[in-house]
């Protein structure tokens, strides 16, 4: 679908990864996206060898990432 429903900003020393669409449409929910983009930040944070953590939070608000 390629809707890139994701937002991410920048709060202090914390990223924070929040969904810009909330509906679902054509059936696939955009927290799919979501979660395909936090995957590719956790891949290029393993590439570069940055230890990261995760706060999984309530839509709108996906994920919180701090190191």
């Given at each position: 679908?390629?809707r890139?429903?994701?937002?991410?900003?920048?709060e202090g020393?914390e990223l924070?990864l929040?969904?810009?669409?909330h509906k679902?449409?054509?059936?696939?929910?955009?927290?799919?996206?979501c979660?395909i983009?936090?995957?590719?930040?956790?891949?290029g944070?393993g590439?570069?060898?940055?230890e990261?953590?995760?706060?999984?939070?309530?839509?709108?608000?996906?994920a919180?990432?701090?190191?």
């Amino acid at each position: 679908m390629n809707r890139q429903p994701w937002r991410f900003e920048v709060e202090g020393d914390e990223l924070i990864l929040k969904s810009a669409i909330h509906k679902k449409k054509h059936d696939v929910s955009p927290y799919l996206g979501c979660g395909i983009a936090l995957l590719h930040l956790l891949i290029g944070a393993g590439v570069e060898d940055v230890e990261v953590n995760i706060r999984y939070e309530e839509p709108p608000v996906i994920a919180t990432i701090y190191s």
